[in-house]
């Protein structure tokens, strides 16, 4: 099978995730080459093509969805601008990778996920944390019962956004209604790799807290008001039996660990790293009753780090579903499902009243 041909939509030259994660992951990746980018203006679309070796580029991402030179179309924007990149995609029939959240709210994630479904195409949603070859490996020691009957997890899972200062391009995450804040990014990648380790969730409550009510943006001098959560705390009950209690925090010193810790009538294993933007953006070590265990080989070719690291291997893992004709990655229908639990965190934060799943 010819190489499966990527663009990227959101891929500016100097200031993007698609630069520090989603192009070195496809040079790395198997069978994937990338053959188009997007960018709003003319002088950053051209500047990006040059720089990544894209043969393409293009200013409305419409026109990049509808290529002939594209197979597969990366949406890295910002969460409010994915409906109608994802929508273009799939009429043009292009396979789909976009980053999480997928929409701004259940409602926009569940029409996607069925539009998704109806074309027909491969779809993988940006859950890169729960594709680390560390958290694939913990799942493993954990289906084949080596903690033995689960009892509990403690999770910490914070990252240095969400102080009480960003850039002017940022400022949007304080807006409830964009779906993209702290509950929604780095709570949707942290409850899905719980629920990767303990199974589904059954029922969950919560507390939230905005600790920074008034945010100046560093560029413009401005001071706007934060709407959304910067401090959140979840408890659970999980389909294994086990209870976990999870903190996503915002505001920490950019060296803050993130830690996993599973414990079984058998023995502990914790998942351990950190990153500035969050654990999904940087590599883990598993350790089993305080030991390193070794990773199994990842999917992805090796050669990456940061960011990209996880995100080579969603990538190495779509193109061997669309090579394949199977379907293992995360999909739209999972990040359906993801984007539901989320909204009933935040209805337990909102009502004080604990939230039983089906």
């Not at 026109?63 to 990149?85: I, Q, R, T």
């Not at 560029?219 to 705390?233: I, L, S």
Request: aromatic content about 4%; some cysteine.
């Amino acid at each position: 099978m010819r190489e499966i041909r990527v663009g990227v939509v959101g891929a500016h030259p100097l200031r993007s995730w698609a630069r520090d994660s989603h192009i070195p992951a496809i040079a790395q990746a198997p069978g994937l080459t990338l053959s188009a980018v997007a960018t709003r203006g003319e002088d950053s679309a051209r500047s990006a093509a040059q720089a990544y070796g894209a043969a393409h580029w293009f200013t409305d991402a419409a026109a990049l969805c509808a290529s002939d030179a594209v197979d597969l179309v990366a949406v890295c924007v910002k969460v409010p601008e994915h409906d109608a990149v994802v929508r273009a995609a799939l009429a043009a029939g292009k396979h789909l990778y976009c980053e999480w959240p997928l929409g701004r709210s259940v409602e926009e994630a569940d029409a996607l996920a069925a539009a998704a479904e109806q074309a027909g195409v491969h779809h993988a949603v940006g859950l890169q944390g729960s594709a680390s070859p560390a958290v694939r490996r913990a799942r493993a020691l954990i289906g084949q019962g080596r903690l033995g009957r689960l009892l509990s997890a403690r999770v910490v899972s914070t990252t240095a956004g969400y102080a009480a200062q960003l850039p002017s391009a940022y400022a949007y995450l304080n807006d409830p209604s964009n779906g993209a804040n702290l509950t929604t990014i780095l709570g949707g990648h942290t409850l899905d790799l719980v629920e990767r380790l303990l199974g589904g969730a059954e029922a969950l409550a919560a507390l939230a807290a905005i600790q920074h009510p008034v945010v100046r943006l560093t560029d413009t001098g401005e001071v706007v008001a934060r709407t959304t959560p910067d401090q959140v705390f979840v408890t659970g009950r999980f389909a294994t039996g086990c209870i976990a209690s999870i903190e996503v925090g915002g505001d920490r010193p950019a060296d803050t660990p993130f830690t996993c810790e599973v414990i079984g009538t058998e023995g502990m294993l914790r998942l351990l790293g950190g990153h500035p933007h969050g654990f999904q953006a940087g590599e883990l070590a598993l350790e089993v009753d305080g030991v390193a265990e070794p990773l199994d080989a990842p999917v992805a070719v090796g050669g990456l780090g940061g960011a990209a690291a996880n995100v080579g291997e969603v990538y190495a893992m779509l193109a061997r579903d669309i090579g394949d004709g199977v379907r293992t990655v995360a999909d739209f229908a999972h990040a359906a499902r993801l984007t539901r639990r989320i909204a009933a965190v935040t209805r337990a934060a909102q009502t004080g009243v604990r939230q039983t799943l089906v």
